[in-house]
């Protein structure tokens, strides 16, 4: 997904002239040719992202559409206020792509995790919020709402579902119907989720679009009044956006996802998966117990 984000957006740079790029000691290699052939709107701020932030914000009160790309608990963590009065105050266009999701870094520890983001992303009124499954979705989405006017965060993710779905910006995608229930497969989740459904009997949402929350979609599909949701961030963290959504219905709601505590345990990001219960046997059975109950 990270080769896919830098082609993209080294197209844009190279084809808009009022476009600025600027890293914080990441992405220098890929951005090599950027950085050598627009040095004058292409800079790597180092370790630096609280200003840099307020810096893309100047440029963009200029005209000039920022693209900031970071790791994701140092650009929406460590420069929250930057982003929330910066750009979400002033309605500032920017485009804040990061990598690393909930641990993808895995072995550099709890500072370069980042389970938190959507929660935090959806306290900021007006920053959109991207979590594309595959490269391909990526550049669809991200063609779609770079040049909208908005701020818009971008999740990135090293480890890509296989299955591609026809995605849309703001709209969640359907990819099965069922009569015993909802499955609502939150980006990265999406392989998991249908190798755990199997040939169970219950519809399939795919969310990409995080905020705006597509909740017509949601009400439309309801089914028994059940509805699971799995999540590779903090388990229960898009709860608000699906009660919002089925207010004025009665219904059951199971969270799946990266458990609400401090990650001290060491290995792979697939050995966290499979800790946390985040793989496709132990979502089969919570769909099966939710379900068939």
Same mark, same amino acid.
């Given at each position: 997904?990270? @080769?896919?984000?830098?082609?993209?957006?080294?197209?844009?740079?190279?084809?808009?002239?009022?476009?600025?790029?600027?890293?914080?000691?990441?992405?220098?290699?890929?951005?090599?040719?950027?950085?050598?052939?627009?040095?004058?709107?292409?800079?790597?701020?180092?370790?630096?992202?609280?200003?840099?932030?307020?810096?893309?914000?100047?440029?963009? +009160?200029?005209?000039?559409?920022?693209?900031?790309?970071?790791?994701?608990?140092?650009?929406?963590?460590?420069?929250?206020?930057?982003?929330?009065?910066?750009?979400? %105050?002033?309605?500032?266009?920017?485009?804040?792509?990061?990598?690393?999701?909930?641990?993808?870094?895995?072995? +550099?520890? %709890?500072?370069?995790?980042?389970?938190?983001?959507?929660?935090?992303?959806?306290?900021?009124?007006?920053?959109?919020?991207?979590?594309?499954?595959?490269?391909?979705?990526?550049?669809? +989405?991200?063609?779609?709402?770079?040049?909208?006017?908005?701020?818009?965060? %971008?999740? +990135?993710?090293?480890?890509?579902?296989?299955?591609?779905?026809?995605?849309?910006?703001?709209?969640?995608?359907?990819? @099965?119907?069922?009569?015993?229930?909802?499955?609502?497969?939150?980006?990265?989740?999406?392989?998991?989720?249908?190798?755990?459904?199997?040939?169970?009997?219950?519809?399939?949402?795919?969310?990409?679009?995080?905020?705006?929350?597509?909740?017509?979609?949601?009400?439309?599909?309801?089914?028994?009044?059940?509805?699971?949701?799995?999540?590779?961030?903090?388990?229960?963290?898009?709860?608000?956006?699906?009660?919002?959504?089925?207010?004025?219905?009665?219904?059951?709601?199971?969270?799946?996802?990266?458990?609400?505590?401090?990650?001290?345990? %060491?290995?792979?990001?697939?050995? @966290?998966?499979?800790?946390?219960?985040?793989?496709?046997?132990?979502?089969?059975?919570?769909?099966?117990?939710?379900?068939?109950?």
């Amino acid at each position: 997904m990270r @080769k896919q984000m830098i082609d993209s957006v080294s197209k844009v740079i190279a084809e808009n002239e009022n476009t600025s790029l600027f890293l914080v000691d990441i992405g220098v290699w890929g951005f090599r040719d950027v950085l050598k052939n627009y040095s004058e709107r292409a800079i790597n701020c180092g370790i630096f992202e609280d200003g840099m932030i307020s810096i893309a914000a100047g440029m963009s +009160l200029s005209g000039i559409t920022p693209f900031i790309y970071g790791i994701s608990p140092f650009i929406l963590g460590r420069a929250y206020d930057q982003l929330k009065l910066d750009f979400c %105050y002033q309605k500032l266009a920017g485009n804040f792509i990061t990598t690393g999701a909930a641990y993808d870094f895995s072995k +550099l520890g %709890y500072s370069h995790y980042c389970p938190e983001d959507i929660e935090l992303a959806r306290t900021m009124p007006g920053l959109e919020f991207i979590a594309a499954g595959t490269p391909k979705e990526f550049e669809i +989405l991200f063609n779609s709402t770079w040049n909208d006017g908005n701020p818009t965060y %971008y999740r +990135l993710s090293n480890y890509c579902n296989k299955f591609d779905a026809k995605v849309a910006f703001g709209k969640a995608a359907v990819i @099965k119907k069922g009569s015993k229930g909802v499955v609502i497969a939150v980006s990265t989740m999406l392989d998991s989720v249908i190798e755990a459904c199997g040939d169970e009997d219950v519809t399939i949402l795919y969310y990409t679009t995080l905020v705006p929350f597509d909740g017509i979609t949601l009400r439309e599909n309801l089914v028994n009044e059940k509805i699971l949701l799995c999540e590779p961030h903090f388990e229960g963290a898009l709860l608000p956006a699906i009660i919002d959504s089925v207010k004025d219905c009665a219904v059951k709601i199971k969270c799946v996802g990266v458990p609400r505590k401090i990650n001290r345990n %060491y290995g792979t990001k697939i050995e @966290k998966d499979i800790c946390f219960g985040l793989i496709d046997k132990d979502i089969r059975l919570e769909i099966r117990k939710f379900f068939n109950n």
